[in-house]
């Protein structure tokens, strides 16, 4: 069965950085896309970005473009998010992802992760 393993979460101050990683296993090849989203207290989950296993294409959401970045290993089934200029909008748990479709929905994934904490302090 696949699985998708998150860390990196943590406590930062508002202006830090973070780096997620994502260990996948199971039957993930690296043609799949892969990509991150959050939940945030009371809200819906959302598309943070994701990443093409062929073309290396990206997606980011308006609200992190030229503050996160996704890129992936595929030798090491790796899928990582680094998340600068952090604000505290950016509190939640962030759940590693592969998606059917490109760009990504949260209604078109196929596999979760279990989800890591962020917390983003003023």
């Known amino acids: 069965q696949v699985q998708l393993v998150e860390s990196g979460g943590g406590l930062v101050q508002a202006g830090g950085s973070l780096r997620l990683s994502c260990a996948a296993s199971?039957?993930?090849?690296?043609?799949?896309?892969m990509g991150w989203f959050r939940q945030a207290p009371g809200k819906e989950r959302e598309v943070v970005a994701a990443?093409?296993?062929?073309?290396?294409?990206?997606y980011y959401a308006d609200s992190v473009k030229g503050r996160f970045t996704i890129f992936r290993d595929n030798a090491k089934n790796t899928v990582y998010l680094q998340m600068n200029s952090l604000k505290p909008e950016d509190t939640a748990i962030y759940f590693c992802?592969?998606?059917?479709?490109?760009?990504?929905?949260?209604?078109?994934?196929?596999?979760w992760g279990q989800g890591t904490q962020v917390t983003v302090s003023s």
């Open positions: 992802a592969a998606p059917s479709s490109f760009p990504p929905r949260v209604s078109r994934v196929n596999y």
């Open positions: 990443i093409t296993g062929n073309s290396g294409a990206t």
């Open positions: 199971g039957r993930i090849f690296s043609g799949y896309i």
